[in-house]
Nanobody
Framework: QVHLVESGGGLVQAGDSLRLSCVAS????????MGWFRQTPGKEREFVAA????????KHTDSVKGRFTISKDNGKSTLYLQMDSLKIDDTAVYYC?????????????????WGQGTQVTVSS
């Protein structure tokens, strides 16, 4: 089992930055890809960004390209999401996820483990 714990969410103003962190523990050797998703009330959980746990391949959804950056520190078993130039539309609960599927994974159904989520609220 892989246990994921997110942190770093909060209330910020439009244009501000936040960095989310996700610490993985347990059977981390089974992880091949990790990602960030977000969800707002009444909507499906949507893909934000993903990174391969071995190597450095990344993918970001179009709406966050140039503003968000996914990264990792394998030594600390930690995943990050640097969020710059935040917009009101970025308001959501952000979830960290780990997949045992090789390569970049954007389909939430392919993720095996999820964190509890961290709230990000962007005000005007």
């Amino acid at each position: 089992q892989v246990h994921l714990v997110e942190s770093g969410g909060g209330l910020v103003q439009a244009g501000d930055s936040l960095r989310l962190s996700c610490v993985a523990s347990g059977r981390t050797h089974s992880i091949y890809s990790m990602g960030w998703f977000r969800q707002t009330p009444g909507k499906e959980r949507e893909f934000v960004a993903a990174i391969t746990w071995i190597g450095m391949s990344t993918k970001h959804t179009d709406s966050v390209k140039g503003r968000f950056t996914i990264s990792k520190d394998n030594g600390k078993s930690t995943l990050y999401l640097q969020m710059d130039s935040l917009k009101i539309d970025d308001t959501a609960v952000y979830y960290c996820a780990a997949s045992q599927t090789l390569g970049i994974v954007t389909d939430r159904g392919a993720y095996d483990h999820w964190g509890q989520g961290t709230q990000v609220t962007v005000s005007s």
